[in-house]
C-alpha cells in the first residue's frame, strides 16, 4: 500500500506533513480541507464533473463525479481528501453509471450538438464522449424552453441548460448581480433571469461578468460571433477532456 502522510522539510527547515490517498492506485498529495475533486484537478489527474469549478465551492448536484472511496459511492466533489483513501474512479461501473446519468441530462433538454455553437467547447459533450456514449438511450422529453434573445449583447439557449448553478454562483459570488436563479422542482426546474420581466434585458449582465465564462453547455453566448473558431478545431476537438486540466476555456 502507499504510504499516506510522508514527512518533508520545507524551505525554512521545519518539517511538515503532505497527506495524500490513492486515486486508482496514482498517490495524490492534498492540501487540509481539500476534496477529493479538487486535488485530483490540482495534479491534473481527470474524475469526470460537470457541476464543479475549482473557484466555487462544490454543488453537488450533477453526479457525474461519483467515485468509491475505500469502497462507498460518494460525490467527489464534495467530499474531503483524507490520508490513505483508496479511491476509484475509473472503473467499468462507475463509467457506466456515469453514462446513464450523462444520457439522462440529454434527453431531459434539447442538446442537438451538430448545430450549436459550443460544439467542441462542450463539457457535457466532452464528457460523454469520454464515457463512450453513442446516443441518448432513453426517450427525449423535448422540453419547450423559448430562448432570451432580448439582451443587446448576449443571448440564452435555455434547452441546453443542465441546472449546473455555476451561472448563479458566479453572477452572485463573482459579478456581484445575482442575475440567475434556479426556479421549480424535479422535471420542473428550469434556470430564470431576475429581473422584472423576466428577460435578460432588463438586468444589468454584461459581456465581462464571470457569469458569462462558465456555462460548461452553450446556454450563455456572446452575440454576432458564433463559429468564429470552426467546429473540428476547437478545445476538446483537439484534446479530449481527460487530458485536459480545470483553467477556463
Ligand atoms: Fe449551468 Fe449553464 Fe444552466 Fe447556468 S445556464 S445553470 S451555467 S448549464
Ligand atoms: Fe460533483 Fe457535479 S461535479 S456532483
Sequence with gaps: MLNSVQHYTSMNGNDTD????????????????ETILAAASRARLYIPHLCWRPEF?????????IVKANGRAVAACSTQATA???VESQTDELNAQRKTLLQMLFVEGNHFCPSCE??????????AYEMGMEGPHFE??????PVDASHPDIMLDFNRCILCELCVRASSEVDGKNIFAIGGNGIGARLLVNS???KLVDTDMA???????????????????GFVIPIGQRRYDIEPVSEQGDEPS
Design 57 to 65: 465551492k462544490p454543488h453537488g448536484s450533477c453526479r457525474v463525479c
Design 118 to 127: 459550443k460544439s467542441g467547447n462542450c463539457l457535457l459533450q466532452a464528457t
Design 207 to 225: 459581456l465581462a461578468d464571470h457569469a458569462m465564462n462558465v456555462c460548461p453547455v452553450g446556454v450563455i453566448l456572446p452575440k454576432r460571433c
Design 140 to 145: 427525449e422529453f423535448y422540453p419547450n424552453r
Design 196 to 198: 422584472t420581466s423576466g
Design 18 to 33: 503532505k497527506a495524500s490517498f490513492a486515486l486508482d492506485g496514482v498517490e495524490v498529495e492534498f492540501q487540509a480541507g
Design 84 to 86: 490513505g483513501l483508496a
